[in-house]
Structure formats: structure tokens, C-alpha cells
């Protein structure tokens, strides 16, 4: 019995501490211009890792480690100018390149945040395709 719950203890230690690494690709870059910056986001839409890397030709990927399983939200967007801000015309539409986590796309505006949320309860990789 003993050896038991030891067991049980070392199994549920190692799940509670396990660190988790997110691989992101992101997919339809229409420019190697400018960089792609990300955010990642906990379920109470706390930003955790905020990130940038040149765009790609077509793709750029991310590696986001030592993260704790849990429900996160990303967003991006193709910072194409550098000028560390997303360009939008007169009506606050995006003018640059973005994109969600689950590839969900809002239709007035940013989808609500608890469509962003995915689940990692061990090492994931993302596909997202950038909208335009």
C-alpha cells in the first residue's frame, strides 16, 4: 500500500511540474518585410511570452518552452513597415497581416477571446495561417 501511494505521488509530481515546449508555423507570410510579433497569452489573458523574429518568406516559427499545462491564446501580426505597431485604415480594419490561435477569425472586430484558448498538456504544435 505504501509502495502505492509513493507510486502515485511520483506520478502526479512529475504531471504537476511538467514543462510543456509550443512549436508555432506561421503560414501565408506575403512578404519577407518587416518582423512577426507574438504574444501568448494564459486563460486570464495575461501576456506570457511576447516575441518577435523577421518574417519569413511564406512561414516564420516560434519555440515557446517551460510552459506549464494549461489553456494559453496567441495572437500575431506582420509588422510589415517595423514601425512596432499594427497598421489599420480609417475604420480600425488591419492593413497588415494577423491572426489568431485556432485560426479563428472575428467579423467585426477581434473573435472573442475564449475562442483563442487551446489546451497543452504536452508538447504542441500550432499551423496558422495569416490573414490579410
Known amino acids: 500500500m505504501r509502495n502505492l501511494l509513493i507510486i502515485n505521488f511520483l506520478i502526479f509530481s512529475s504531471a504537476a511540474f511538467s ?8 503560414t501565408g507570410i506575403r512578404s519577407s518585410q518587416g518582423n512577426i510579433m507574438l504574444q501568448l497569452m494564459d486563460e486570464n489573458e495575461k501576456i506570457i511570452s511576447q516575441e518577435m523574429k523577421p518574417a519569413g518568406v511564406k512561414t516564420c516559427s516560434f519555440s515557446i518552452k517551460d510552459l506549464k499545462p494549461g489553456k494559453y491564446a496567441l495572437r500575431y501580426y506582420h509588422d510589415e513597415n517595423s514601425n512596432m505597431k499594427m497598421e489599420t485604415n480609417l475604420f480600425g480594419k488591419p492593413l497588415e497581416g494577423y491572426g489568431f490561435s485556432n485560426n479563428v477569425i472575428g467579423k467585426f472586430g477581434p473573435p472573442s477571446f475564449d475562442k483563442w484558448l487551446f489546451e497543452i498538456r504536452e508538447d504542441k504544435r500550432l499551423l496558422l495561417k495569416i490573414t490579410y
Open 19 to 26: 514543462q510543456c515546449i509550443l512549436n508555432i508555423e506561421i
